[in-house]
Nanobody, 123 residues
């Protein structure tokens, strides 16, 4: 089992930055690929970014490439999402997820999910 708790969301003006954190607990975190997803009202949950267990490879949705950075500190069981140059269309609930396998971009392939943190970007 892996428990995930996100933090760092909030209200920010367009062009601003936020850093989300995802703290994991449970032995199964070891070896897990991690992903960030988001869901806006009335829309499906969508892939944002993902990172391999060792952090050597990262993957991004086209909509956030060049603005968001995913990273992890395995010693702290924590994954981060640095979000820069935020836009109103980035407004959503952001979720972190863990997968005890290789990286994936499909939400249904992740085994564990956090409760989400709200990010609101005002224009």
């Amino acid at each position: 089992q892996v428990q995930l708790v996100e933090s760092g969301g909030g209200l920010v003006q367009a062009g601003g930055s936020l850093r989300l954190s995802c703290a994991a607990s449970g032995r199964s975190f070891s070896g897990s690929a991690m992903g960030w997803f988001r869901q806006a009202p009335g829309k499906e949950r969508e892939f944002v970014a993902a990172i391999t267990w060792g952090g050597e490879r990262t993957y991004y949705a086209d909509a956030v490439k060049g603005r968001f950075t995913i990273s992890r500190e395995n010693a702290k069981n924590t994954v981060y999402l640095q979000m820069n140059s935020l836009k109103p269309e980035d407004t959503a609930v952001y979720y972190c997820a863990a997968r005890q396998s290789v990286v994936a971009t499909t939400p249904g392939l992740y085994h564990y999910w956090g409760q989400g943190t709200q990010v609101t970007v005002s224009s």
